[in-house]
């Protein structure tokens, strides 16, 4: 029993240390047009996004309850507890690696990968519950294609709608529209993001029979939305120039039209309890606006990059969180 408190305890520790990552790895997204057009400044771009992810997460439970349940039964996973110890540990570690090279890799597809490959470390494929999976697998490859349609067709509405206006006075007014526009995007990365880490957690707590429903507690909330907020305070500098400025010249229009493409796909995604990558769905807006302004204008190099590692990103970290597991199982002896 003590030796089962004590991985509870590393997970919820290693939980909240990915919440943190994921809020200057992944938060960075919903704030870096508005900080490339300055709409808004570094600093204060970063409180409002820190501020609207706290309540974001502290508003929806739905998504963490699709990642208790929809991946394993956490009831029948055997070695629950070191199953997600080595998931996050997995998760976490290609997170750091993907951020230092400022790649905006998926947060959630690091999480989901993670905790499948773990799970088949300790039970082999059978343990997967595989109609829930496939169901997360498909919000995660259509919410990008998504976004990129609804981006090409917002910006194209756009163009229609303000085509005889003057393009100095709207840019100016659409960069004070775009403060709006960012921070109802920094809230619903908080309404989808910080409950994957509520799901974790949430599972962890179920295996080691300290709960026996699958509702979040109020205490996992309360500190996932935390650790989100205090890690986009930190901020993520090399994310926010990726994102901002290397897939395309963003100007307020082009900001806005984004940024309301992306709010709009996740709070969808929210709605119906689906979790989906925030990183994969803003990029994939941006990538649509830009292609609807101007396709020669977009950095198809950078975007190429940006779609190979999101490709890669789940097989690699459902490998590590295997690698993790066996290694964990073979050092704890069980």
């Known amino acids: 029993m003590e030796g089962n408190f004590l991985i509870i305890t590393l997970i919820v520790i290693f939980a909240l240390a990915f919440d943190f990552i994921n809020g200057f790895h992944d938060t960075a997204n919903s704030i870096a047009t508005s900080v490339s057009t300055k709409a808004l400044k570094p600093r204060h771009a970063i409180v409002l996004a820190a501020i ?4 974001g997460a502290m508003t929806f439970t739905g998504v963490a309850k699709t990642i208790t349940k929809d991946i394993v039964d956490p009831f029948s996973l055997p070695n629950g507890t070191l199953v997600i110890l080595a998931a996050l540990i997995a998760a976490i570690t290609w997170n750091l690696i993907t951020w230092y ?3 905006p890799s998926s947060s959630s597809h690091a999480l989901i990968g993670s905790v499948a490959g773990a799970a088949i470390a300790s039970a082999d494929f059978g343990v997967l519950n595989y109609h829930g999976f496939i169901n997360i697998i498909e919000a995660l490859i259509f919410s990008p294609i998504i976004a990129f349609a609804v981006g090409y067709l917002v910006y194209s509405l756009f163009k229609v709608i303000f085509k005889n206006y003057n393009l100095a006075k709207t840019n100016r007014n659409f960069r004070y529209f775009q403060i709006l526009t960012a921070a109802i995007q920094s809230y619903t990365h908080g309404t989808n993001d910080a409950q994957k880490t ?3 957690i949430t599972m962890a707590l179920m295996t080691g029979n300290y709960i026996s429903g699958g509702d979040v507690p109020f205490w996992v909330q309360a500190a ?19 994102v901002g400025s290397k897939i395309m010249k963003i100007r ?11 709010a709009t796909v996740i709070f969808g995604a929210t709605f119906l309890h689906l979790p989906v990558s925030t990183t994969h769905v803003i990029s994939s807006a941006i ?9 020669r204008g977009v950095k198809w190099d950078t975007a190429q990059r940006m779609i190979i590692t999101w490709f890669i990103t789940l097989p690699i970290s459902a490998i590590l969180a295997f690698m993790c597991y066996r290694v964990l199982h073979f050092v704890l002896g069980f």
């Open 52 to 55: 609207m992810n706290f309540l």
């Open 101 to 103: 090279f400022g790649i």
């Open 198 to 200: 509520m799901g974790i």
């Open 224 to 242: 996932c939305a935390t650790a989100m907020g205090l890690g986009t305070s930190v901020g993520g500098w090399r994310i926010i120039k990726t």
């Open 252 to 262: 307020p229009v082009n900001g806005v039209a984004a940024d309301l493409t992306g």
């Open 287 to 295: 990538l649509g606006v830009g292609s609807a302004h101007r396709i």
